[in-house]
C-alpha cells in the first residue's frame, strides 16, 4: 500500500480521489484529456431504471464560488448504460469503479442494483437517495432516515457488493438519517449531495434554472460539508465519502481530518477538466507541508480542545 | 480540448453592448470555424463560453466578439491589454464548410454573428459565393458587416427599428432562395429561419454550458439522432438532426 | 412615499436595507464613519435576558466567499442595552429599529420582549430562534415548528409592536415551520440565519472555531438564502425579510424579486463597513438597469414559465 | 477608520516565512506605533488585519511585516510592486508611547515584534532609553534587531533552538531589572512575560479577527474592566487591566 492508498468497504483505492457522479460521465470523456486510472475511483452518471432526458433548459446557474444545477438525472436507463457505457468506460478505465444509482421507488433501486450486480467492473453502489432535481411532490427520500432505511436494505437485499447511501444536506438531522442508514446495513456513507438552491434573472425576472431551483455545489458549500462529514463520521461506524465543494489537496485533508476515508470532487472537474489529475499529483507536497506521512494517520484526525 | 493561458491583446467596444477581444498565444486548437473557447475569470466559478470569430495562426492570436449581458461578460469588458486568461480551447464541432459547394447564406443574429467572418474566410477561400443577412435591435449595434464585405461577401441587414437595412427580423433579409445555410443567433431567431427556408444547412445552438467540454449534461438537447450535448456533440447541428420544442 | 421606500408591518421604511442582527452592534460603531439614518432600519445585536460573554476564541473562521462566526450571543442583558446601548443608539439613530431578542426558554422570549416594549425606539421585534451558536443538546428551537409557535405565541402576549421571527435554514420543511410561525401570529418571517459550517485548522488539526461548529455567512449562501425566501414567500401571508449573503444592491433586486419586502445585509458590513450605504446609494442606478420604476413592483415579482 | 487604496510598493522576504511589504499612499490614518491595517485581498471573503511596522509620513510609505501562515499570507507574498489593496486603516488603539518616561523594554514575539520598530523610533525620538527582547524560533527568522539597533536600542535575542542569542524563549533574554514593558506577541509569550516581570507596561494582543473595527465581537476577551473587543478597544492594553484565561 502507498502513502495515498485507502481502503473503502475492504477494496483498496490507490488514492482517495473519487470524482463525484454527474460530474465525470462515465470517465471516458475525461481519459481524452488524461489517464483516468490515476484516480481512486470515480462514481458513474446516477442510473435508473427508465432512461431519462432529464429536466427543461437552462439547467445551470453561476453563483459565487458555485453553481446550480439542474441535470435531473439525465442517464439513458440501466440496460443502455450496461449495452453501451459500461463498454466504453471499459477501454479506458481498469479499477472498481462505484456504481451511482437511483429510483422513484424502492423496487426501482433494487431493479438497477440487481441488474448492475452482475458487472464485474463495479466495486460499489452508491445509492443516491438525495438528488434535489427529481422531487415528487417536495420531498426527496433522503430527507426521511425510514424511507431511506428501506431502499438500502432492498439493494442490500439484491447484492453483496458494498452499498454506500448518498445522503442529502438539506435535512435538520443528518445524523439521524445516517444511523438509520447503517442500521439498515449500508457499508458507507457518502455526503453531501447538493444543496437546493436557486438564483432569478434579474433581467427577465424569471428562475435562470428552468425547473425553478437546482443543486447547489462548488467551494461555496465546503464548509457545510466538513461539519456533516464530521458529524456523520463521529456518529457512525462505517466508512464516509466526504464530498461538497472540495477542488484542491488542501481541502482533501481537511475532509479526511473531518473523517471521511475518501473524498469525492464534483464541481471541480467541471470548471477544471483536470482537477482530479492535478490534486492526486499536489497530494504528497500538501501531507509533506502538514507533516504527514501516510495519508490514513489523518482519517478522522480533528483534534478537540 | 486542451488548457491555455492566452493574453489580451486588445479589447474594445465595437457596437453597442458588443465588444471585440483578441487573444495571443496558442490558437492550433481552434481547427473549424464555429468552434469556442471557454474562459476562466477571476472571481466567476463557471467559465464563460465565447464562440471564436477569427484566427491569424501565423500571428497567434484568435479574436472573440461578445455582447454584455451579465456580471460575467461586464467584468470581460473591463479587461485590459496583458491580461492571462485561463481558457480551454478548441470546443465544440463546428461548422463544416466543405458541406457547402456552390453558393452560401451566413445567417447571423445579434452577437451569434460572431463566427460567421471566420466561416466566410473558409469558403471563400475556397471559392465559395458567400451571401450574409444579419439582424440586429438597431444600427448601433451593427458589427462585422463592413468586414464581411472586405471578404467579398454580399450583406443584407435588418433591424428591429429599421434604424439600418431593413425593417424587421433577420428573416426579412433572406431571399427565399437559398442553396445552403450557415445559421447562427438565438433559438428564437433561428427557428424562423428554418421555417422561413427549406434549404438545407447548419445551425449553431447557444445554451447556457457547466463545463463546455461534455459532462456535466447542462446544455443536452433532444435531436433526430438522439439526445446531443450542444457543448460537445454541437454546437453545430445538421439541419435534418434537429427537433425543435414546440 | 419615495422610489425606494417599503412597509414592513405598518412601519414605512425610506428603503428596504436592513443591516442584520450581529454585524451591527447597536449601531455607533458605524454611525463613526456615516450617517446611519440613510438606512431602512437596522437589527440590534441580539439581546437576551442574562449578560452573556459568548463563547470562547477564536470565534470566526474564513470561507469561500464566506465566513463562520461563532460569537454565541455575546452582549451585556436586556437591562444594560436598555440603560447603556439605548441611550447611545438614539443619538446618532432616529428611526424604529429592530430588536432582536433570544432566549433559552420561551419565558426567557417574553421576558425581554416585555422588558424592550415600553421602549419607543423600537419599531418591531425580531425573534431569533435560530442562533447555531447556543443551542443545548444540539437542536435550535428553530428546528421544531411547534416550540417556534410557542416562542411566537408568547412574545406576542407581552407586545403590541409587531413581532418577526428569524428561522434557522438548517431544517428539512422551512416552509412548515414558516407556517406554523404565521398561524401563531408572526407579524412577519426573517430568514435565512447562518448555515451551520465548520473548518478544520490543517496545521493544528483542531477546528478553527473554538467551539468547533459556526454560523456560515456571506456571498456563498446567497443561492440558499434566495430559494427558502422564494419558498416562504409564496406559502405565508406576511412579509419576509430576506437575507444571507447580500451584498450588493443587485443581490437586493433578486431578493426582493424572490419574496421579500425588506433586505438585510450581514456579513457584508463586517468586510465592507460602507456595504450599507453604498447599496443603498446604488440602488435607483440599479433599479434604472432593469427598467424598475418603483421598488415595491419587484416584490415577489419573480415570474413563472 | 477610513478605507484607502494602498500599492505596494515593496514587498519582499526578510526572514524564513517573514516578509516586509511597503505601502504608498495616505498613511494618514496611522497615528500610533501598534495600530494596524485591516487588508481585503482577492478571492478572499475576510481581510487580514496587519500590523504596522513603520510610517514614512513624509514619502507616503507605511511597512507591514507579516509572517506566512496561511492561504491569506501565501497570497500576500505574491503580490508585486504596484498591485493596488483596498485597506481599512488606523485601527486599533495603539500603544501610548508617552506613557513611559524614562527606561523602556521592548519585548517581541516572532512577526509580532514588527510594531516595536515604530514604537522604538516614537520613544527613542522622546529620549526614553530603549532595551529590546526578540525571541524567535531560529536564527534564520530574526528580523529587525538590526534595524532597531540603528535606532540605538540595546537588543538581546532568544532563539528556541540556540541557533542564535540565547537559547530559549523570550523571557530567557529579560534581565528581570525592567523599569517599563512594552509587549507583542503570541498570548503564550506575552503571559511569559507578565509573569516574569512586576513592571508595569502594554501588552499588545493578537487574535483572529472578523471585522477589525469592532462590529462583530469575534474577538472578545474579558479584562478588569469588562469585556473589550482586542480589535477597537485594544489590541494594546494595560497591564493592569489584562486578566488571563488559567
Known amino acids: 500500500m502507498g502513502r495515498l492508498s485507502v481502503t473503502l468497504c475492504g477494496i483498496e483505492l490507490d488514492n482517495p480521489i473519487i470524482p463525484a457522479s454527474g460530474t465525470f460521465g462515465f470517465g471516458y470523456e475525461f481519459a481524452e484529456i488524461y489517464d483516468i486510472n490515476c484516480l481512486g475511483t470515480f462514481s458513474f452518471k446516477g442510473t435508473t431504471k427508465e432512461p431519462r432526458l432529464g429536466n427543461p433548459l437552462p439547467r445551470v446557474a453561476e453563483c459565487a464560488s458555485g453553481m446550480i444545477n439542474s441535470v435531473g438525472l439525465q442517464n439513458p436507463g440501466v440496460h443502455k448504460v450496461i449495452s453501451d457505457e459500461l463498454p466504453k468506460m471499459r477501454e479506458c478505465f481498469h479499477k472498481p469503479v462505484m456504481a451511482n444509482i437511483s429510483g422513484f421507488s424502492v423496487d426501482e433501486y433494487a431493479y438497477v442494483a440487481s441488474a448492475l450486480d452482475g458487472e464485474p467492473d463495479i466495486g460499489w453502489f452508491e445509492v443516491n437517495v438525495s438528488c434535489p432535481n427529481v422531487h415528487k411532490g417536495g420531498a426527496v427520500i433522503g430527507s426521511d432516515a425510514c424511507a431511506s432505511a428501506d431502499v438500502v436494505r432492498a439493494v442490500k437485499a439484491v447484492t453483496k457488493k458494498p452499498v454506500i447511501v448518498k445522503l442529502s444536506p438539506n435535512v435538520t438531522d443528518i445524523v439521524s438519517i445516517a444511523k438509520s442508514c447503517e442500521d439498515a446495513g449500508a457499508d458507507g456513507i457518502s455526503l453531501i449531495n447538493t444543496l437546493l438552491g436557486m438564483r432569478i434573472d434579474k433581467r427577465t425576472r424569471k428562475p435562470v434554472i428552468a425547473n425553478v431551483m437546482g443543486g447547489f455545489s462548488g467551494p461555496a458549500v465546503f464548509p457545510v460539508a466538513v461539519r456533516m462529514v464530521y458529524q456523520v463520521a463521529h456518529a457512525v461506524g462505517v466508512p464516509v465519502v466526504g464530498m461538497g465543494g472540495v477542488s484542491s489537496a488542501e481541502d482533501v485533508v481537511e475532509m479526511m481530518l473531518a473523517g471521511a476515508t475518501a473524498v469525492g470532487v464534483g464541481a471541480a472537474n467541471l470548471v477544471d477538466p483536470y482537477a482530479c489529475r492535478d490534486i492526486i499529483d499536489d497530494l504528497p507536497r500538501v501531507l509533506d507541508k502538514y507533516g504527514i506521512g501516510n495519508i490514513n494517520e489523518i482519517i478522522g484526525g480533528v483534534r478537540h480542545g | ?246
Not at chain 2, 24 to 53: A, E, H, M, W
Not at chain 2, 173 to 184: F, K, P, Q, R, S
Open chain 2, 1 to 246: 480540448m486542451r488548457e491555455i493561458i492566452l493574453t489580451v491583446a486588445r479589447n474594445e467596444k465595437i457596437a453597442r453592448g458588443t465588444y471585440r477581444m483578441e487573444l495571443s498565444g496558442d490558437v492550433s486548437d481552434i481547427t473549424s470555424p464555429g468552434q469556442f473557447i471557454n474562459i476562466k475569470l477571476d472571481g466567476f466559478f463557471l467559465r464563460r463560453p465565447i464562440s471564436v470569430s477569427d484566427v491569424d495562426s501565423g500571428a497567434g492570436v484568435m479574436t472573440i466578439i461578445y455582447k454584455v449581458v451579465g456580471a460575467g461578460t461586464e467584468y470581460m469588458a473591463t479587461l485590459e491589454k496583458g491580461a492571462r486568461l485561463d481558457v480551454l480551447s478548441g470546443l465544440g464541432n463546428g461548422f463544416d464548410a466543405d458541406a457547402c459547394k456552390t453558393d452560401a447564406l451566413l445567417v447571423g443574429g445579434g452577437a451569434g454573428a460572431a463566427p460567421l467572418y471566420m466561416l466566410a474566410k473558409a469558403l471563400t477561400a475556397r471559392g465559395v459565393r458567400v451571401s450574409c443577412a444579419l439582424g440586429f435591435g438597431a444600427a448601433e449595434e451593427i458589427f462585422l458587416a463592413d468586414e464581411l464585405r472586405a471578404l467579398g461577401c454580399d450583406v443584407k441587414i435588418a433591424t428591429v427599428d429599421g434604424s439600418a437595412g431593413v425593417k424587421g427580423f433577420v428573416t426579412d433579409a433572406m431571399m427565399g432562395d437559398e442553396n445552403y445555410l450557415y445559421v447562427c443567433g438565438p433559438e428564437p431567431m433561428m427557428k424562423a429561419v428554418y421555417k422561413k427556408s427549406r434549404a438545407d444547412g447548419q445551425f449553431s445552438f447557444e445554451s447556457r454550458m457547466g463545463c463546455g467540454f461534455g459532462a456535466c449534461l447542462c446544455c443536452t438537447c433532444k435531436t433526430v439522432t438522439g439526445y446531443k450535448r450542444i457543448c460537445k456533440d454541437g454546437p453545430v447541428l445538421n439541419r435534418e438532426e434537429i427537433l425543435w420544442d414546440d
